[in-house]
């Protein structure tokens, strides 16, 4: 077959888009750890990378394509429909259809919505972003009293920060605190407190924020019956 489609790169992003892909081999190869600066082509090697699984035979529908914004997700789902047109024809629109891509968090929710009923989730739960989720703990920040002490309480972006730190890197709050948020660390306490409402008022409203979207996956993946699916 050819391989027109690659003649375009560069040897080491040719290296890294042909690593451990053989023609009419779908064989998944070694893992590939690719580091590359800024203006490298990374995008363009990554889209590259994708159709040429696709055009040796890799099933779509196993390959996850993930990045930071929606927007550059959709771009490279784009470049990789052109790039296999190029090889396959027509058919690469129905194939790249069937790529998992998208952020992290998209990936994520749409994950859990289709395994919410194995792991204890209702399907219809809402999703907060970072501006919902700092209302929200400002609201409980508000409740417990926090927001009228005698010193000055952390500000509510603030509290989120800490929040997702703690959940996003599976550390004790003290350690948080101490490490990059020292001036806050004399209200440990409260913000414990704060915290544990904070996950009960999305519990009752059936909410997610990012960080969940992000840490329920992760579980997902720990459990062998889930993760072989």
């Keep these: 077959m050819s391989v027109a489609y690659l003649e ?9 888009v042909e690593h451990g892909a053989r023609e009419n081999d779908a064989a998944p190869g070694t893992p ?14 990554l889209a590259h990378r994708v159709a040429h699984l696709i055009v040796n035979g890799a099933d779509p529908r196993k390959i996850l394509l993930m990045t930071f914004s929606r927007r550059a997700a959709a771009e490279m789902a784009r470049r990789v429909e052109r ?9 690469a629109g129905v194939m790249t259809d069937a790529l998992w891509a998208g952020t992290f968090h998209g990936i994520g929710a749409r994950l859990l919505r289709d395994y919410a009923g194995e792991i ?3 399907p219809a739960f809402t999703i907060h972003d970072r ?15 926090y927001s009228k002490t ?21 550390l004790p709050i003290e350690d948080v605190l101490a490490t990059s948020f020292p ?33 329920y996956w992760a579980q997902m993946v720990s459990d062998p019956g889930l993760a072989g699916e």
């Design 120 to 122: 204890g989730l209702d």
């Design 150 to 170: 005698e010193n000055r309480f952390p500000a509510k972006g603030s509290c989120l920060a800490i929040y997702s730190r703690c959940a996003n890197a599976g």
């Design 32 to 45: 590939l750890l690719v580091i590359a600066g800024a203006g490298s082509g990374k995008t363009n090697t």
């Design 8 to 16: 375009k790169l560069n040897p080491e992003q040719r290296r890294a």
């Design 83 to 91: 790039i296999a047109r190029r090889a396959i024809g027509d058919n």
């Design 183 to 215: 001036w806050c660390a004399v209200w440990a306490v409260e913000l414990k407190q704060l915290f544990a409402v904070y996950v009960e008022a999305k519990q009752r409203q059936n909410v997610l924020d990012y960080d969940d979207l992000l840490l």
């Design 131 to 145: 501006e919902d989720s700092t209302d929200l703990i400002n609201l409980m920040r508000h409740e417990l009293g």
